[in-house]
C-alpha cells in the first residue's frame, strides 16, 4: 500500500471493518440520537489514535453520552458492540438512561 504524496492531516492506516482490510483514512465517533423515525447525529469528532490506546476513544464517546439531558420518561440508549465497556453503560443508567 502506498501513502499519498500529499497525505491530509489526521489520515493513516487503519483498518476497515467494513472492507475488512487495512485502508488509507481517518477515523471518527458520532453520537446519534433517535425518536420514532427521526434520527440526528449530535456529535461527531475526529478519533486520532496517536493519543493513547483505545482509552481517548472510550472517553470521547463517553463524553458525547454524558451531553445528552436526563431523560424526563423512559429513554434507551443503544451503542456499536465496540462501546460496550463498564464505565459507559455505568454513566448511561447513573443518569436514567436504560440499556
Given at each position: 500500500m502506498?501513502?499519498?504524496?500529499?497525505?491530509i492531516?489526521?489520515?493513516?492506516?487503519?483498518?476497515?471493518?467494513?472492507?475488512?482490510?487495512?485502508?488509507?483514512?481517518?477515523?471518527?465517533?458520532?453520537?446519534?440520537?433517535?425518536?420514532?423515525?427521526?434520527?440526528?447525529?449530535?456529535a461527531?469528532?475526529?478519533?486520532d489514535?496517536?493519543?493513547?490506546k483505545?482509552?481517548?476513544?472510550?472517553?470521547?464517546?463517553?463524553d458525547?453520552?454524558?451531553?445528552?439531558?436526563?431523560?424526563?420518561?423512559?429513554?434507551?440508549?443503544?451503542?456499536?458492540?465496540?462501546?460496550?465497556?463498564?464505565?459507559?453503560?455505568?454513566?448511561?443508567l447513573?443518569?436514567?438512561?436504560?440499556?
Amino acid at each position: 500500500m502506498r501513502q499519498a504524496r500529499r497525505p491530509i492531516q489526521g489520515t493513516a492506516y487503519i483498518f476497515s471493518h467494513l472492507e475488512g482490510k487495512v485502508v488509507w483514512g481517518r477515523q471518527a465517533v458520532a453520537g446519534t440520537a433517535g425518536c420514532g423515525s427521526i434520527a440526528l447525529n449530535y456529535a461527531i469528532q475526529r478519533y486520532d489514535k496517536d493519543l493513547g490506546k483505545d482509552g481517548p476513544k472510550i472517553k470521547c464517546a463517553s463524553d458525547m453520552a454524558s451531553s445528552l439531558p436526563k431523560p424526563e420518561g423512559k429513554a434507551y440508549f443503544m451503542a456499536d458492540s465496540w462501546y460496550s465497556c463498564a464505565e459507559i453503560i455505568d454513566s448511561r443508567l447513573k443518569n436514567g438512561w436504560r440499556a
